[in-house]
């Protein structure tokens, strides 16, 4: 019954890299992103995609290190991981929004309705 479930989370050495995907099991989306919460923080934005056009942003602290991208048929969600510090552990999450304005903020997560239970990406030293 989970409209979106992720895989790929593990534990890997600083400086290696990780997969994860997300998969949507019904309907559609506007806008699909990742997040994550570090122990103790808030949940923050990582990368998000506008699917009309396959538009991507990212959050300063990833850019230039994590991709975000859609695939099979737009039914799976990927984010690719590279150069992973010890920052970057936390449980990442999934989420989708099936209806978009030009109002929302795309990179809080109140306007994304649909949410994975998340993954776990531990960075070791």
């Known amino acids: 019954q989970m409209v979106l479930e992720e895989s790929g989370g593990g534990v890997v050495q600083q400086g290696g890299s990780l997969r994860l995907s997300c998969a949507a099991s019904e309907g559609t989306f506007s806008r699909m992103a990742w997040f994550r919460r570090a122990p103790g923080k808030e949940r923050e934005f990582v990368a998000g995609?506008?699917?009309?056009?396959?538009?991507?942003y990212y959050a300063g602290s990833v850019k230039g290190r994590f991709t975000i991208s859609s695939a099979n048929a737009k039914k799976t969600l990927l984010l690719q991981m590279n150069g992973l510090i010890s920052e970057d552990t936390g449980v990442y999450y999934c989420?989708?929004?099936?209806?978009?304005?030009?109002?929302?903020?795309?990179?809080?997560?109140?306007?994304?309705?649909?949410w994975g239970q998340g993954t776990q990406v531990t960075v070791s030293a």
């Open positions: 995609i506008r699917m009309n056009d396959g538009y991507t």
């Open positions: 989420a989708g929004s099936r209806w978009w304005s030009g109002v929302y903020s795309a990179t809080a997560p109140n306007p994304y309705d649909e």
